[in-house]
Every structure is written in C-alpha cells, then in structure tokens.
Antibody, heavy 120, light 107 residues
Framework: QVQLQESGPGLVKPSQTLSLTCTVSGGSISSGSYYWSWIRQPAGKGLEWIGRIYTSGSTNYNPSLKSRVTISVDTSKNQFSLKLSSVTAADTAVYYC????????????WGQGTMVTVSS | SSELTQDPAVSVALGQTVRITCQGDSLRSYYASWYQQKPGQAPVLVIYGKNNRPSGIPDRFSGSSSGNTASLTITGAQAEDEADYYCNSRDSSGNHQFGGGTKLTVL
C-alpha cells in the first residue's frame, strides 16, 4: 500500500527558507486520480492546509501563505516538495504530507509528520 | 477564504451517541471529510463524501450534511474514540480549509 514519508531539516533559522520533501512509496505518484498536499500543525493547535499539487504541476495554495509557498513535484523520484520562504517562529509546526483522491477531496493517506522548528 | 467552525470540546458517556458539527459556507457546495487525531499521531480519515468510511473504520462512525452544516456521529462511543476531530472541505477555487477541531472526551 502507498506510504508517505516527510524528510528535511528539523531546524531552520528565521528569514530563511524551509524545505521539505515527501517521498511516496508502494505506488507511483502519477497513478490514479490524486493530488498531493502539505498540511501543518503548530504544537497544541489545529491543522492548517498549506497547498496541493497535481502531478501535472497544477497547484493551489492557502491564500494566507501563498506569497511564501512553492510546492513542486518530481515524478521521476516519486516525490513532491514544499518550500516556505521568509520563515518566522510562527512557522514552527509539525508538517504533514498527504494524498487526496481528486474525486472525493479527502486526505486518505498521511505521512507521519516531521517537526520543524524555526529558531536562531 | 471561507472558514469552518467546530465546537472546541464535546463529551459523551461511554456507549452513548455523540454528534460533532462543522459549519461553513463551503459545505453548501462540497462535502466535508472528517479526521480523527490522537495525541502524537497523524490524523486518520474516518468519513468522506456523502457518508463513506475508509476500510477499517468502524461502522459506529457516520456522516451527514444539511445546508451549511456537516455532522460526524459516533453511535455507541468507545473509550478509544477519545481524540480530536477535524472537519475539512474544499472551496470553489480548489483550496481546502480545516475546522478548528473538536476535542472529544468519553466519560
């Protein structure tokens, strides 16, 4: 079955760019009708959708983060990635990658999450 | 962007029925999906679409929708159902939003 795994630095300095990668295993990122999302959760708080990408490269971003977010996909590596620029302490959170069926718009598979701390 | 509103906390006696609600304008056009999250774990999809359960989700979980309100009902709540529950839907632009979450306590 398909599994997702986030990877990237756990510590990022303020004003720098946070970069994470989600590796898809157990299936091709290009198969089926899915899109791939990033979602984050600050400690003790709720979930926040960051954005999504289709394997065609089409993207949607959370309007509140749009100016700082870039999501890309590398189908040859079965990966998709997140870049969040100009980070501050408010971007400290657990970051999840997730898959959604494009017909149901529901996140059926999630990665385990990776903690990213923004601190000097 | 549209918002989804959930009650912060709900409690239910063991074996009783509880309904968790989610309100938002996007729900008039799009179904909500519901996620269960236990401490230290990733969220798990429990309900999607009109009223669909992924494989492995007990049939005591059900969903419904009316107007701008979506509901998750747990019929015969169990101790292991104690968790945070989040609703989610998309809007006409393809953007998603989550509700603030509801902490369910099973007494």
């Amino acid at each position: 079955q398909v599994q997702l795994q986030e990877s990237g630095p756990g510590l990022v300095k303020p004003s720098q760019t946070l970069s994470l990668t989600c590796t898809v295993s157990g299936g091709s990122i290009s198969s089926g009708s899915y899109y791939w999302s990033w979602i984050r959760q600050p400690a003790g708080k709720g979930l926040e959708w960051i954005g999504r990408i289709y394997t065609s490269g089409s993207t949607n971003y959370n309007p509140s983060l749009k100016s700082r977010v870039t999501i890309s996909v590398d189908t040859s590596k079965n990966q998709f990635s997140l870049k969040l620029s100009s980070v501050t302490a408010a971007d400290t959170a657990v970051y999840y990658c997730a898959r959604a069926d494009s017909g149901e718009d529901a996140f059926d598979i999630w990665g385990q999450g990776t903690m990213v701390t923004v601190s000097s | 962007s549209s918002e989804l509103t959930q009650d912060p906390a709900v409690s239910v006696a063991l074996g009783q029925t509880v309904r968790i609600t989610c309100q938002g304008d996007s729900l008039r056009s799009y179904y909500a999906s519901w996620y269960q999250q236990k401490p230290g774990q990733a969220p798990v999809l429990v309900i999607y679409g009109k009223n669909n359960r992924p494989s492995g989700i007990p049939d005591r979980f059900s969903g419904s929708s009316s107007g701008n309100t979506a509901s998750l009902t747990i019929t015969g709540a169990q101790a292991e159902d104690e968790a945070d529950y989040y609703c989610n839907s998309r809007d006409s632009s393809g953007n998603h939003q989550f509700g603030g979450g509801t902490k369910l306590t099973v007494l």
